[in-house]
């Protein structure tokens, strides 16, 4: 008896899976707004936040069905992200003193999204752009110092966007971008 029950639930959760509405087609628009949690950027001790990691991204339904897939939408865009951290000490011989540091990614990115529940956007994808970061020494010692550098981005991530209405969304992106995690909202147009 439990067989056929795992078996019915089995099927009835496959023929579910295979109904789901696509909610990405060709020529849609969204705009992803989140805030990071875990930075990539900066770790151990002495750091504070100053701003968080915060991030923007556009898409464009680019190609349904993509290698003839039903439902397997194609999608392109760009992303934006920024940060900002403080790392200080303070020391009875030399005063409050530290390091700002500034971190900005700008990228192109493609997406592939699948249905997989009713109201979830689900997808994966590829960022690749150029990440700049740069710091700036403040307190003493009277010496002050600047340095910058840039260099190559890349992210692979997981999302999905909970759909409340046709065009607002929950969104969760997980993988390397400005963060680990990113939580916020989408608008589809």
Sequence with gaps: MKRTLLILAALITASTLMAQEVLLRKDDKVVNLGVG????FYSGGFYTTQIPPISASFELGFMDDVL??????LGLGGYLAFSKAK???????????????TYFILGGRALLHYPLVDNLDTYTGLMLGAR?????SFGTPESSASASGSGIAYSWFLG??????DN???MAELGYGISYLNLGVAFKF
């Design 68 to 73: 003839d897939v039903t439902d397997l939408t």
């Design 160 to 165: 999905g966007r909970y759909y409340f209405t």
């Design 132 to 136: 700049i970061n740069s710091s700036q």
């Design 87 to 101: 790392q200080e000490w303070t020391s009875p011989s030399i005063g409050h003193y530290g390091y700002e540091y």
């Design 168 to 170: 607002l969304a929950l």
């Design 37 to 40: 949690l875990g930075s990539t």
